[in-house]
């Protein structure tokens, strides 16, 4: 309740004295809104019609309330303040915006009371006061609350609408009615990107939340470093970017900013991040690109490379070892003997990966030289091909690779004995 002071003689109470000047009031307010936000006044004139009647509206309760010796209430400020935030907050104009166009004009009215009240009204002028404060503190829940709701609102559906024409592009299916849905113009060559996450550790929150914060992640950076939203499937795992070829048929994106791409999202997200890239594909061309891309950093997660941008020529052996057909299940099949000695299987492997050092091989799997050599030639005996030939040894690394890649049903490990 306001308690108001003693006035002399018949003098009428500030807030009614305010009440004849509201029009002329709320113009003042809505004027020192839009001046305190540039770029507001480039708009059409009648793009903020809807204001001045909740103003007044608004003020009207507001002065009711006082009238009666209360608080104005959340409800009463919704009525008029909720609708207003809706419409400019599906306008797109940003919520820093309209609370810096609040204070602003709130500014103005408190001028307006100062400038009216005698001498002998300040404690009218500090209940009116607290009046106002009151009425602040619930426009700005209900603006954030609302503006809030309708920003994401409109964010998923956009999100959803371009997420939709990624995958039909992606498919090879039509995309103009998709695209016209997103408000998009489709382009006639895009960069195909596949965006692939190392599996992390387990982490102990909902996945739900991991998976939003990775999707907010991947679009802040993506634009920052990239300067586009662009369309994407990205679910939190796995996705694939379309970045338009508007230049020329090759990459516009170029090296550096896709390795930071993928460096800062590997450092946000805790793991390993494989970016694929397939530059200057025709829309015809897509769902091509996308499985090509897709393989790419698949095969780059599996053979265990670390972060970073992976083209077809960084990968091309591992790439054509890896197609299906009768020439890689034969090499598959030559290192089938070993597979049941897992000492031979980790002693071929690290003959392959440290070649002529010898000595560094055994080390990696904790035997002496001569040990080594034993085991690489019982690795010899069991397949067929000799690690210390040249040319055995590249038809062993290819069937190592595809092995990594499509591994044989497990089998007994049949130990040391071998």
Excluded at 112 to 134: C, F, H, K, N
Excluded at 381 to 391: A, M, N, W, Y
Aim: charge should be negative.
């Amino acid at each position: 309740m306001f308690a108001l002071a003693a006035r002399p003689g018949d003098s009428s109470p500030i807030f009614a004295r305010l009440a004849p000047r509201l029009p002329e009031i709320a113009a003042g307010m809505f004027d020192a809104a839009l001046a305190a936000v540039p770029g507001l006044e480039d708009l059409p004139e009648d793009h903020f019609a809807d204001v001045m009647p909740s103003l007044l509206g608004g003020a009207m309760a507001f002065i009711r309330a006082l009238e009666d010796g209360r608080m104005v209430t959340a409800e009463e400020v919704a009525q008029y303040v909720t609708p207003v935030v809706e419409r400019h907050a599906e306008d797109r104009i940003p919520l820093r915006q309209l609370m810096t166009g609040l204070f602003s004009g709130t500014g103005y009215l408190w001028g307006e009371i100062a400038r009216t009240a005698a001498p002998y009204e300040i404690p009218d002028v500090a209940a009116v006061g607290q009046g106002i404060l009151e009425a602040l503190m619930h426009i700005t829940i209900i603006i954030s609350e609302v503006h809030s709701g309708v920003e994401q609102s409109i964010y998923t559906v956009e999100r959803e609408a371009r997420r939709a024409l990624c995958a039909a592009l992606l498919r090879g299916a039509p995309a103009d009615e998709l695209a016209a849905r997103a408000d998009i113009a489709l382009e006639d060559r895009y960069d195909v990107l596949t965006l692939h996450l190392r599996p992390g550790p387990l982490i102990m929150v909902a996945d739900a939340m991991v998976t939003r914060r990775r999707i907010r992640q991947f679009q802040q950076t993506l634009y920052s470093l990239i300067g586009t939203t662009a369309l994407n499937t990205f679910d939190g795992s796995d996705g694939i970017i379309l970045l338009p070829s508007r230049s020329r048929p090759t990459s516009v994106v170029g090296v550096a900013p896709l390795e930071r791409l993928a460096t800062s999202l590997a450092e946000q997200f805790g793991v390993d991040v494989f970016i694929a890239e397939c530059p200057g594909s025709t829309r015809a061309d897509l769902p091509r690109a996308a499985r090509q891309t897709t393989d790419l950093a698949e095969l780059a997660r599996l053979l265990g490379r670390h972060t970073g941008v992976y083209r077809l020529d960084d990968l091309l052996l591992e790439y054509q070892l890896t197609r299906p057909g009768p020439a890689r299940d034969r090499l598959a099949e030559r290192i089938a003997p070993i597979l049941r000695h897992a000492h031979l299987f980790d002693t071929l492997d690290a003959h392959i990966r440290h070649g002529s050092d010898r000595k560094a091989a055994a080390a990696v799997v904790h035997v002496h030289p001569n040990t080594f050599s034993y085991r690489l030639r019982r690795v010899a005996e069991l397949t067929g091909l000799d690690p210390s030939d040249p040319h055995d040894s590249r038809l062993l690394a290819a069937a190592l690779t595809i092995h990594s890649l499509y591994p044989a049903p497990e089998t007994p490990d049949l130990g040391e004995g071998v």
